[in-house]
């Protein structure tokens, strides 16, 4: 019984540890062991593609942009709407008057989303088709707007502080743009300086809906309401000023394009 013991004391706790850890080792084939067999785990830095944009950066855009959509009142918001014009389907068209976006869906039907136009002087019709397609774009004002508005950036990065929003899609070689907003206040106005623009839930939509070459017909103002339902009278909504000096710093979209 003596002998048992004094083996017993010969075992500290200290050693029994270091046997246990040097038995996991053991097991563990060599150059297979890593952080997270012993319970780290490895920081690895996200990987970015220019070619993505921000897309990769900014994984919580959908619930955020889901939030600005519902600060949009009922008539603005997305719904498939009976449509009665020729255009075929894929089709964008813009009711400047009424600031709808259409997207013919054919047999008589598309998808209306508000948006916002361009503010009084800066309106204009035509057609025109989708250059080039961008997720979270940079933003460089061009330099008729930078003669009017001195006191812009000329260059603002991609993300959620961008007056161009989520998504982007380039008109033909024009200056005009069908983007998103970080200020969907703004939607159901005429505001911008001809661009189109969108709440970023709805742009992220049209978004995946449109290929570069889409067409798109921007009706003038004066273009009778061509859609059936939702709502046959309406007044117009009142032309909404741009803030003018240091107001327009904070780059919000209300102020820009």
Request: hydrophobic content about 35%.
């Amino acid at each position: 019984m003596t002998k048992f013991s004094a083996v017993r004391r010969s075992f500290s706790p200290r050693a029994v540890t270091a046997f246990a850890f040097a038995t996991v080792l053991l097991g563990v084939p060599f150059g297979g062991a890593s952080a997270q067999t012993f319970g780290y785990t490895s920081m690895q830095p996200q990987s970015y593609s220019p070619d993505q944009g921000y897309s990769q950066r900014y994984v919580n855009e959908a619930p955020q942009a889901a939030d600005e959509d519902a600060q949009l009142p009922d008539r603005l918001r997305k719904q498939i709407v009976g449509f009665d014009r020729s255009e075929p389907a894929g089709t964008i068209v813009i009711d400047t008057n009424n600031t709808y976006l259409y997207y013919v869906l054919g047999n008589g039907r598309a998808i209306r989303y508000g948006v916002g136009v361009g503010r009084e002087g800066f309106t204009w019709s035509g057609v025109q088709s989708v250059s080039r397609k961008a997720e979270w774009p940079d933003w460089h004002p061009p330099a008729e707007m930078i003669a009017r508005q001195p006191y812009l950036p000329r260059f603002v990065a991609g993300g959620p502080g961008n007056p161009l929003g989520a998504r982007a899609m380039y008109l033909g070689s024009s200056e005009y743009r069908i983007h998103g907003t970080n200020d969907p206040s703004t939607i159901g106005k005429f505001v911008s300086s001809g661009c189109i623009r969108m709440t970023n839930e709805d742009v992220i939509d049209l978004f995946g809906r449109v290929n570069v070459g889409t067409k798109v017909l921007v009706l003038p103002k004066n273009a009778p309401l061509m859609a059936k339902g939702g709502d046959a009278v309406r007044k117009r909504p009142a032309v909404t000023a741009m803030p003018s000096g240091r107001q327009a710093l904070n780059i919000s979209a209300s102020s820009v394009n």
